[in-house]
């Protein structure tokens, strides 16, 4: 089966300007994970949807982060104003539904604030 | 809250000797427990996860993890490690009642020819 697809692989923006990450999820995988992981540090989540509903945002920075999965499929996660501090790498995962699931993690997102 | 430690940034270990990466973590309830590897500019691959039963576990690439209920512990292990498993490994902690999982921060595993 096809993996977790995730893009734009690398992304260099200036600080306060807006940057989007896309995420299309294993067939079949009702649950979507975004993960920030900082250098050196272990994937935090963000915000996770079970299909097109939010179970748990909160860890992500609403004044500054959005995401949406509007069909219970794709998902996109935006930052607007970027922040230096956002340099990171954003994973996107998904799962099926159940706790005991484990989760596939996309190749990730580089995002380099300048 | 749920939480895991991973005691050691770094384990060196030279090829065909045995490997031991440690995890220890703190739930509320049983936990559901989970190994991933990250190559470099790569996403996490999953290894293995203990939910219940047997506390051997065993998973990809001839890994297994042993699950400690007393001392709080699911160490990776594997037999006779070669230089193709150096990479970063993350331990990871649900709790059931939780959605979240909760990774520790990691420890790079170098293996030596």
């Known amino acids: 089966e096809a993996g977790v697809a995730q893009s734009p692989r690398y992304k260099i923006i200036e600080k306060r300007q807006s940057v989007a990450f896309w995420c299309n999820p294993i067939s079949g995988h009702a649950t979507l994970y975004w993960y920030q992981q900082i250098l050196g540090q272990g994937p935090k989540l963000l915000i996770q949807f079970q299909n097109n509903g939010v179970v748990d945002d909160s860890q992500l920075p609403k004044d500054r982060f959005s995401a949406e999965r509007l069909k219970g499929v794709d998902s996109t996660l935006k930052i607007q104003p970027a922040k230096l501090e956002d340099s990171a790498v954003y994973l996107c995962a998904s799962s099926r539904t159940g706790t005991d699931n484990e989760q596939f993690f996309g190749p990730g997102t580089r995002l380099t604030v300048l | 809250a749920q939480s895991v430690a991973q005691p050691e940034d770094q384990v060196n270990v030279a090829e065909g000797n045995p490997l031991t990466v440690k995890c220890t973590y703190s739930v509320s309830g049983n936990p559901y427990l989970f190994w991933y590897v990250q190559y470099p500019n790569r996403g996490l691959q999953f290894l293995l996860k203990?939910?219940?039963?047997?506390?051997l576990v065993k998973g990809s690439y001839g890994f297994e993890a042993e699950f400690n209920k007393s001392q709080t512990s699911f160490h990776l292990k594997k037999p006779s490690a070669l230089v193709s498993d150096s990479a970063l490994y993350f331990c990871a902690v649900r709790d059931p009642g939780f959605q979240k999982l909760v990774f520790g921060t990691g420890t790079r595993l170098l293996v030596s020819p």
């Open positions: 203990y939910i219940t039963g047997d506390n």
